[in-house]
C-alpha cells in the first residue's frame, strides 16, 4: 500500500493557510474503532509496528483527509514514514521546553512534514501539543527557546479521539502543562516529498497570487518578525510549492526590503533560483 491512491484535498486558500501558520488541524477523521484498536495496540507493543499494519496504513496514514492533505503538500507519491514515536505520558505534567525537532532547517522549502495523531480525547487538561504559528520561519537557538514559557499567539491543539494535525517540521512546539491524571497518548511521523513542487491542488479560479502587501499573506496574529516578514515569508513559501519562485520575484517587483533587493541589484556572481 503506497501514497499513488491518496487524492489532494486542499484548496489555495488552505495551501496558503499552511504557509502563513505552519500547521493544519483536522478534527476528528480517524474513526472510533480504529483509535481503539490502536490505543489498545500500543499497551503491548512498539509504536512503530503499527507501520506494517494494513488498517493503520489506510486509515491514518492515508486517511482521506488528512492524507489528501499531506499528497496537496508534498506532492505526487509522497514518501509514507519509516519511523514512528509514541509521546506516552502520564499526567499530570509539566509543559515541556519550546523546541524545533532534531536537524529543522529554517527555509521556504516544504520537503518534510511533522505529523500528530491523537487516538484519544486531548483535551487542554491532558496537555495537548501547543504550537506557535508562524514559527516555522523564525529561528532560535534551542537553547534560548528553553527560557520561554507562555507565548503570545500560540495554540493549544485540544481535540478529540482521531484528530491529526500536519505541521512544517521546524515549527516551535511543545507538550503544554496537564492536570488531568492518565495516560496520554500521541503519535508523531514524517512524510517526505518524492516529487518536484507544482501547484497540484483544488486550484480556485479566482485566487489572486496578488504581491507584497496583499492581505492574503498577513498573518492575523502576532509573528514577532520585524516589519513586512510575515507576508513575504508566506507568499514566498506558497509560490515555492506552486513551483513558480522566479515569478515570486518578478510580482515582488523589486519592493522586497531592503529596496533594491535583489531585482534592482545583484551581488557579482549571485543567482536566483532556477536560473542558469
Ligand atoms: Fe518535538
Given at each position: 500500500m503506497d501514497s499513488s491512491t491518496v487524492q489532494h484535498t486542499l484548496t489555495d486558500a488552505e495551501v496558503l493557510s499552511f504557509c502563513k501558520n505552519g500547521y493544519l488541524m483536522y478534527k476528528a477523521v480517524v474513526s472510533g474503532d480504529i483509535n481503539k484498536w490502536v490505543t489498545e495496540f500500543l499497551e503491548d507493543n512498539d509504536?512503530?509496528?503499527?507501520?506494517?499494519e494494513d488498517r493503520f496504513i489506510e486509515h491514518v496514514l492515508l486517511n482521506p483527509k488528512a492524507g489528501g492533505a499531506v499528497r496537496a503538500l508534498l506532492g505526487e507519491n509522497f514518501a509514507l514514514p519509516t519511523g514512528m514515536a509514541n509521546h506516552r505520558v502520564e499526567d499530570p505534567l509539566d509543559a515541556q521546553n519550546w523546541h524545533r525537532d532534531g536537524g529543522s532547517r529554517v527555509g521556504y522549502e516544504v520537503n518534510h512534514l511533522q505529523v500528530f495523531y491523537y487516538p484519544q480525547d486531548t483535551p487542554i487538561e491532558m496537555g495537548p501539543t501547543e504550537v506557535l504559528p508562524g514559527s516555522h520561519f523564525l529561528f532560535s537557538p534551542q537553547n534560548m527557546m528553553g527560557h520561554y514559557d507562555l507565548v503570545r499567539g500560540a495554540i493549544r491543539t485540544?481535540?478529540?479521539?482521531g484528530s491529526i494535525f500536519i505541521t512544517a517540521y521546524n515549527i516551535w512546539h511543545r507538550r503544554s502543562r496537564s492536570t488531568a491524571t492518565g495516560l496520554r497518548n500521541m503519535l508523531k511521523y514524517c512524510y517526505w516529498r518524492m516529487s518536484p513542487p507544482v501547484r497540484?491542488?483544488?486550484?480556485?479560479?479566482?485566487f489572486e497570487f496578488g504581491?507584497?502587501?496583499?492581505?492574503?499573506?498577513?498573518?492575523?496574529?502576532?509573528?514577532?518578525?520585524?516589519?513586512?516578514?510575515e507576508w513575504y515569508d508566506a507568499a514566498r513559501m506558497f509560490y515555492w510549492l506552486c513551483d513558480m519562485t522566479p515569478e515570486f520575484e518578478a510580482v515582488n517587483d523589486g519592493r522586497d526590503w531592503p529596496p533594491g533587493y535583489p531585482i534592482l541589484w545583484k551581488p557579482e556572481g549571485f543567482h536566483r533560483y532556477n536560473e542558469a
Open positions: 509504536p512503530t509496528c503499527l507501520l506494517k485540544a481535540a478529540p479521539a497540484d491542488w483544488r486550484i480556485d479560479p479566482a504581491h507584497d502587501h496583499s492581505p492574503q499573506y498577513q498573518m492575523e496574529g502576532p509573528t514577532f518578525r520585524v516589519q513586512f516578514r
